[in-house]
């Protein structure tokens, strides 16, 4: 069974351990076509409510800890997976929280399938609704799987998340095909000061002088 993909660049409002958005809407999209909120069957998803990262289903990131169907829309609450006690090296959920907590990626995905009778083309009545370019209307559809969807992720941002240490470049590139610019180093050599100052050798016979003169009231000139 293939799912069927929906994509929804939405506002993603962070939680201390996640987000909220809204994972759908009863809105047009891209290809024509509409998910009704109403229709939504999570039944199934409920039972497993991983969050995954793009659609790879063996890189989850997290879970839904709460759906709520409104009339138009249907929001979701998720929490991140956390660093297992003892793990070491790159853990990717930390990445993807960091990216979402940044506002790099900040849309997400459904995965659904229709159930049966529960996909119409669009009627008059739909394109008054929902306008002209609407195609197909699912009324009635079975929730798969929710994911983080980085699609429209920023290039420059994502380069600027690698400098900061926010993910590594090696993550960078297999999961956005990023390559990250190599720091370049450049060394400059800046001869040393000399702590030891010269001083010039003292003129004994001078400062004599001036002293014999100042005594009598008279003025020294030194000699040249």
Known sequence: ???NRK???ARLEGTPRGFTAVITAETIDRDGEVLVPQGMNATEFERNP???WNHDYSQPVGKSVGLK???RDIVGDFTFAQRPDGYVGEFFPEVAAALVGQGIVNGVSVGFVPEDGGARRATEVDR???GGNVSTVFSRWRLLEVSLAPLQANPEALITAVRKGV????AAKKWFGIEAPKRVVVTVNVPALSTKTKRAPIDVDSIVRREIARAKGAIYLPPG
């Open 7 to 9: 994509a929804l660049p």
């Open 167 to 170: 993910m590594s470049p090696v």
């Open 69 to 71: 169907r409104r009339d």
């Open 1 to 3: 069974m293939t799912p």
């Open 128 to 130: 008054k609704k929902y």
């Open 50 to 52: 991983v969050l995954f």
